[in-house]
């Protein structure tokens, strides 16, 4: 990149360019290590509670 004006100059940068933790195969992220299985376990559970509350209290108001 080169800069123009009264500040001109030149700016370089490197960086690199990890690859997929699957080996193998073809994925567009490298794994963060974080296991997202409980995460996911819980938000459904909750998603089912709310659904099954909600079903409830409509049930009542009819």
Do not use: K, Y
Not at 26 to 36: V, Y
């Amino acid at each position: 990149m080169t800069l123009t004006g009264a500040q001109s100059g030149a700016v370089t940068i490197s960086f690199e360019v990890t690859g997929a933790a699957v080996s193998g195969g073809d994925a567009s992220l490298a794994s963060t290590g974080a296991d997202s299985m409980p995460a996911l376990s819980l938000g459904a559970l909750l998603l089912l509670l709310g659904l099954g509350v909600a079903l409830v209290a409509r049930r009542r108001r009819v």
